[in-house]
C-alpha cells in the first residue's frame, strides 16, 4: 500500500530535550516536506525537499533543522524544543510538478508533538 | 500567504450537492487549482485537481471559471463523512514550488 509514515504519532518531551519526528515514504517519490498545524494558523511549511541532498526553507523553519540522506526517508529534527514548537506535525509526499508530470501530495497521519 | 479565498465555514444537507467555492484572482497561468481535505486532525486528503478544464473522479468535480480565477469544488452527493475542512490550493508547475495552505472551508454536514 502506498503511503507516508510518521513516528511517533505522539511524543510529550520537555523544553531543551532532542527529539527527530522520522517519515518515510514508500513510493519512491522525490519531494517530501514537513508541515505544521496549529489552531487558527492552517498548515505551515517547515521544510522541504526536492531531492535527496536538496532541502530548502519553508514558511517557518526556526527551530528545526531536516536532513535528506536517502529518497524515502525525511526526519525532521527539533535540536533544542520549546514550548512554541507544540502543535501537530505532518509529513508529505509526492511527485513534484515537474517533466509533465501533475502531482498528487499524499501525507502522513500526523505526529502530535507537545514540549513542556 | 495563501493565494487563494475561500469561506471559512459552510452547511449542507445531507444526500445534497455540496458546492465549495474558491476564488484564486492571481493564478498565473501555468498554476494548478488543487483540492484537499482534512478530517479533524487526520492528514490531509488529495481530492483533484485541474489546470483549465473542468475535471471529475469519484470523489468530486472540480469547476474552473474560463477566466481560471475562481473555482468551485462539487461533492455530488454529500455524506456526514464528507464533514471535513476543505482546502483550495494553487500550486506552481516547477521543482522549487511551495504548496501554501490557507484557512479553508469547513464544511458541516447535516443529517
Known amino acids: 500500500e502506498a503511503q507516508v509514515t510518521q513516528n511517533p504519532r505522539y511524543l510529550i518531551t520537555v523544553t531543551g530535550k532532542k527529539l527527530t519526528v522520522t517519515c518515510s515514504q514508500n513510493?519512491?517519490?522525490?519531494?517530501m516536506s514537513w508541515y505544521r498545524q496549529d489552531p487558527g494558523l492552517g498548515l505551515r511549511q517547515i521544510y522541504y525537499s526536492m531531492n535527496v541532498e536538496v532541502t530548502d526553507k519553508g514558511d517557518v523553519p526556526e527551530g528545526y533543522k531536516v536532513s535528506r540522506k536517502e529518497k524515502r526517508n525525511f526526519p525532521l529534527i527539533l535540536e533544542s524544543p520549546s514550548p512554541n514548537q507544540t502543535s501537530l506535525y505532518f509529513c508529505?509526499?509526492?511527485?513534484?510538478?515537474?517533466?509533465?508530470?501533475?502531482?498528487?501530495?499524499?501525507f502522513g497521519p500526523g505526529t502530535r508533538l507537545t514540549v513542556l | 500567504d495563501a493565494k487563494t479565498t475561500q469561506p471559512p465555514s459552510m452547511d449542507c444537507a445531507e444526500g445534497r450537492a455540496a458546492n465549495l467555492p474558491c476564488n484564486h484572482s492571481t493564478i498565473s497561468g501555468n498554476e494548478y487549482v488543487y483540492w484537499y481535505r482534512q478530517i479533524h486532525s487526520q492528514g490531509p486528503q488529495y481530492i483533484i485537481h485541474g489546470l483549465k478544464n473542468n475535471e471529475t473522479n469519484e470523489m468530486a468535480s472540480l469547476i474552473i471559471t474560463e477566466d481560471r480565477k475562481s473555482s468551485t469544488l462539487i461533492l455530488p452527493h454529500a455524506t456526514l463523512r464528507d464533514t471535513a475542512v476543505y482546502y483550495c490550493i494553487v500550486r506552481v508547475a516547477r521543482r522549487d514550488d511551495k504548496i501554501i495552505f490557507g484557512k479553508g472551508t469547513r464544511l458541516h454536514i447535516l443529517p
Open positions: 513510493m519512491n517519490h522525490e519531494y
Open positions: 508529505a509526499s509526492s511527485t513534484g510538478v515537474s517533466r509533465g508530470l501533475t502531482d498528487t501530495q499524499y
